[in-house]
């Protein structure tokens, strides 16, 4: 059963549960009981609604709820965004729905997402933001060959970040308890460590992480230490390495161009980590492999750093530390080949794979490749003109190193 709670009202009855290919009618039903304290959702016939499914490539469900036909001066708003889960997803982390509401609803309180109406244990309804050209949802800067947009549409991007990393962090804490009582060796772990992403997202760790997650061995313990610390991977520039409330899936398609500003949604994957986490994911969903010095991105850098009120002469360093970054937040690896630990969803899938001194000897690579990115001024310019992928192909080519 799906227990509603109404966040500005009271809600008079609890819509029934939500199955798994439910009509649209169903839906509409759904949310008009849910909506019960919005004027004039609870009397409007369901089948005057227009359901849309918008879901994402993500592993919820998202449907526009519009009140096309409804003639009703009352009814607000018109169109609504019903997001949920399906049960057999959401059992693979139990407070995975939990710890998605806690960050909707700091977006929300913020103005940086969408307003919220109603939620339920494992679905919510947002008020549907209508975009200054229309209802504008993933591809609002971006042309109609599917390029990034303009200079100035990116550094909006990089100031709606800089406010997203000013939100409070302590609306994370219940999860991260829930994560270490279901986890028992997280509770070491730092609070910035790029391994809050793999655990707070909807995935199974163990699944992501394989050989890292087996209990009762001392050299898995061993393994898991060395991930956990990553050496010289560790985020050094100061901006980067703020402890923030991170989106964690921060790219064109999960931001929308509304009336009032830009909003954040799908909140699959937000926690508290290091800034660099949005950051670099931000410069690889722009569809261009390396070439740090784009226009766009020294734009988005720019307008992060200002809206922050850091100096820009910290931007150099800054590009590196995004490039860099790739390797080990979750979904980022994208740019490595599967031989040095990339993919087409990232790294920590290449673990599974793998035999413990296979991953073993994929951080010692790792390690050894950001030290010397780190050490050498021509390293570092070959990383940003020719992106991560191709700058450690050909260091691991040049060093003859084996990733076996």
Request: net charge negative; with cysteine; charged share 20%.
């Amino acid at each position: 059963m799906w227990h509603v709670k109404i966040v500005d009202g009271v809600l008079k009855q609890e819509p029934g549960p939500l199955e798994p290919g439910a009509s649209s009618r169903s839906l509409a039903e759904f949310v008009s009981h849910a909506l019960a304290a919005e004027p004039g959702w609870c009397s409007a016939e369901a089948g005057l609604f227009e359901v849309e499914d918008v879901s994402g490539c993500g592993g919820s469900k998202t449907y526009k709820v519009a009140a096309t036909h409804v003639y009703s001066p009352q009814l607000r708003p018109s169109s609504v965004a019903l997001h949920c889960r399906l049960k057999p997803i959401m059992d693979r982390s139990s407070y995975f729905p939990r710890r998605m509401a806690a960050a909707t609803r700091v977006f929300s309180a913020s103005g940086l997402g969408p307003r919220r109406l109603a939620e339920g244990d494992g679905w919510h309804i947002d008020e549907w933001a209508t975009g200054v050209t229309g209802n504008i949802r993933g591809h609002s800067f971006r042309d109609s060959r599917g390029r990034p947009g303009t200079v100035e549409e990116w550094a909006k991007i990089g100031e709606l970040l800089a406010h997203v990393h000013q939100l409070p962090c302590d609306w994370f804490e219940g999860a991260r308890q829930e994560i270490i009582s279901a986890h028992p060796r997280m509770a070491e772990v730092p609070r910035a460590s790029h391994i809050w992403g793999y655990f707070a997202s909807m995935h199974d760790p163990q699944e992501m992480l394989g050989p890292l997650m087996v209990e009762g061995d001392d050299d898995q313990e061993d393994l898991l230490a060395a991930y956990l610390e990553l050496g010289a991977l560790v985020c050094v520039h100061p901006v980067a390495a703020r402890v923030v409330t991170t989106h964690g899936d921060f790219h064109h398609g999960n931001i929308l161009d509304a009336a009032g500003g830009l909003l954040c949604v799908d909140f699959e994957s937000t926690c508290v980590s290091q800034a660099v986490q949005d950051l670099a994911y931000h410069f690889c969903g722009d569809g261009t492999k390396g070439n740090s010095n784009n226009p766009r991105k020294l734009a988005f850098l720019t307008a992060y750093l200002s809206a922050l009120g850091e100096d820009p002469e910290v931007l150099e360093p800054l590009l590196v530390e995004c490039e860099l970054a790739s390797i080990c937040f979750f979904g980022m690896a994208r740019q490595l080949p599967p031989r040095l630990g990339g993919g087409s969803h990232g790294m920590a899938w290449a673990f599974r794979s793998r035999t413990k001194a296979e991953v073993a000897s994929l951080i010692g690579l790792w390690r050894r490749f950001v030290a010397e990115v780190r050490s050498s001024a021509t390293l570092r310019e070959e990383l940003k003109a020719e992106g991560l992928g191709s700058t450690m192909e050909r260091w691991q080519s040049r060093n003859q190193l084996d990733t076996k």
